[in-house]
């Protein structure tokens, strides 16, 4: 496309150079630029991309959007803001993705992965082909990319959509964060259907305060349902989590229609006549379309929300009670989350991505409900994220379990022993036998399996699929499901 075409939407501009220029591609890491793209400078947290208009330029870039005239030999764009004009930008590139595809985004603090897993899966199985984006990677049909962050950044966002739509997608399920939401990330993405799964707390390093936290989400709602057509299939629906107080105030803020979803408050869909057990969770799913029994093999309460969640964007788009129930019901797991190690050992062994309060507050009352022994938990607190979570984190931990194994979990540029100093603040004034304190994460997962007696449960809390540790930039390999089996073995192998 040719640079004119693709700025023509851009009210305020200053083009220098030949807007006649043929553009392969928009970038905005100068580091994967090529011969014929258009790079542009944002300012962002630790660098100004400006620096780098002179290496994108070696690189072969045809044209450079920035905020500051620089001086170059290709056409340069000037623009009052890079990250908004990227936006149009991106969606002009890649011909407006969003207003074919059905984009269901979701939001909250915990569930999005499992959430839109289970959407994907629903969809899926009624032959209604829905990519995937999200923390794990972004998935179209067989297929499997790697991702940098569980909202990719606008360009990729809008590429990502557009290479759906090429292989057949009607639908996309796309994990929405609160840091792509207050960057704008999601501008120009036309949502069909907004999820809320729910709001504690989470990153206050980056949004300061719950309010400004709540606000940043509430944006997923506040952008939509402006859209009301002939046909009630393009109407876009926010589904909310009758049961968090904050749905209430996200209900007011969004001109869409509304669905509510929940267990204890009333709501449009709702589970009654909940049993949950160690293999699996099962419950009377109530709808505004009948009723139905539902038999998850995913296991705790929390998950049945996320069932809930999924279960009305299905509903709204015309699936079937039936249909929802039998995909529900096939899911198996998703990966690192209540993942169960087996190795033949008669200790119970699940690993967990709960690495926020109220996931981990769940995932050990979840494992409370049906352990027959102890419960051991091994857990971290991230480095470089909010610090507010580590004391309370730790206390969560040692209320919950018989014994606690303090340990670290990307400490990224942060010195683990401070950020373990920080969690052990949470817990100092509790019995000194009810937890421990191991810095490297093997010797950790190694401590809680040897301490592991017949009908106990550990969980291995924070880092779910992932298969690193970041210790000061550098990612080293690290599973801990792997740790952990290879632990459960050598303990097995010394008789
Ligand atoms: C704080 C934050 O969100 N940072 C994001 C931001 O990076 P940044 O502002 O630090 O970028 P920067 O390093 O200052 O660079 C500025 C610009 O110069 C460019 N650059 C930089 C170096 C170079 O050599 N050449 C070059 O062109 C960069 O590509 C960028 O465009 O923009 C990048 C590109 O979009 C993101 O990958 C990056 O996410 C980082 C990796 C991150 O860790 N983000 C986390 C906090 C995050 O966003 N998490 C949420 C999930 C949270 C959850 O729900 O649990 C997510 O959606 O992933
Ligand atoms: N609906 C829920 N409510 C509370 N906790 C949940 C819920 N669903 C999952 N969890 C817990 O939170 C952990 C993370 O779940 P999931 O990956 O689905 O959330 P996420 O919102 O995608 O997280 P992230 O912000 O890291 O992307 C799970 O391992 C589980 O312990
Ligand atoms: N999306 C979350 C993931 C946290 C995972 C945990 N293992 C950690 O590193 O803190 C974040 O970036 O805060
Ligand atoms: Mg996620």
């Known amino acids: 496309m040719k640079l004119g075409e693709i700025i023509q939407p851009l009210i305020l501009k200053q083009v220098i150079g030949d807007a006649g220029t043929e553009i392969q591609d928009i970038k905005i890491d100068s580091r994967q630029v090529g011969p014929g793209d258009l790079f542009i400078a944002l300012k962002g947290h630790h660098v100004d991309g400006h620096r780098f208009v002179e290496k994108a330029i070696a690189q072969g870039a045809a044209a450079v959007m920035v905020e500051k005239p ?12 890079t990250r908004k004009a990227m936006a149009v930008v991106a969606a002009t590139f890649y011909r407006h993705p969003t207003k074919e595809l059905k984009v269901i985004g979701v939001t909250g603090t915990n569930g999005k992965t499992t959430t839109t897993h289970l959407i994907q899966r629903i969809f899926n199985d009624q032959d209604k082909k829905t990519g995937l984006i999200g923390t794990i990677s972004m998935k179209i049909g067989d297929r499997e990319y790697k991702v940098n962050n569980t909202t990719p950044e606008v360009t990729d966002l809008q590429k990502s959509f557009r290479m759906m739509l090429d292989e057949g997608c009607q639908y996309a399920a796309i994990e929405v964060s609160s840091h792509a939401l207050s ?34 989400k509430g944006l997923l709602f506040s952008q939509l349902g402006t859209r009301y057509a002939d046909d009630p299939k393009q109407h876009q629906v926010a589904i909310l989590n009758a049961d968090d107080p904050v749905s209430g105030y996200y209900a007011q803020l969004t001109s869409a229609q509304v669905i ?13 006549n909940i049993r949950i057990t160690a293999s699996g969770t099962q419950f009377t799913l109530r709808s505004f379309r009948g009723s139905i029994e539902i038999h998850l093999q995913l296991v705790g309460k929390f998950n049945i929300y996320n069932a809930l969640a999924a279960a009305s964007a299905a509903l709204v788009e015309g699936v079937s009670l039936e249909n929802i129930k039998a995909s529900l019901e096939a899911v198996p797991g998703v990966n690192g989350r209540f993942e169960r190690v087996q190795a033949g050992q008669p200790y119970t062994v699940l690993v967990d991505y709960s690495h926020t309060p109220d996931s981990l507050e769940n995932a050990l009352t979840t494992i409370r409900e049906f352990a027959q022994g102890r419960v ?22 040692e209320k919950y ?48 399996i040897r301490q592991a007696e017949e009908n106990d449960v550990i969980l291995i809390a924070g880092k779910g699929h992932e298969t690193y540790q970041e210790i000061n930039g550098v990612r080293y390999d690290f599973d801990d499901r792997l740790i952990a089996k290879e632990a459960i073995q050598a303990r097995q192998s010394e008789g």
Do not use: W
């Open 70 to 81: 620089v001086s170059a030999d290709i056409p340069v764009v000037v623009v009052p803001d």
């Open 376 to 397: 051991i938990c091994v857990v971290g607190c991230g480095g470089d994220r909010d610090r507010t979570k580590r004391p309370i984190m730790a206390q969560i931990a």
């Open 183 to 216: 960057m704008g990330r999601t501008r120009g993405c036309e949502f069909q259907i907004a999820v809320f799964t729910n709001l504690t707390q989470d990153h206050l390093d980056y949004h300061e305060t719950m309010e400004k936290y709540r606000d940043a």
């Open 260 to 272: 509510t979803y929940g267990i204890d408050c009333d709501a449009d869909v709702r589970a009654e």
């Open 401 to 448: 379990s018989d014994l606690t194994v303090l340990t670290s979990d990307n400490p990224r540029t942060e010195p683990p022993e401070a950020i373990l100093a920080e969690m052990v603040e949470g817990i100092k004034h509790v019995d000194p036998g009810r937890y421990v304190t191991i810095v490297d994460r093997k010797e950790a997962i190694d401590y809680a």
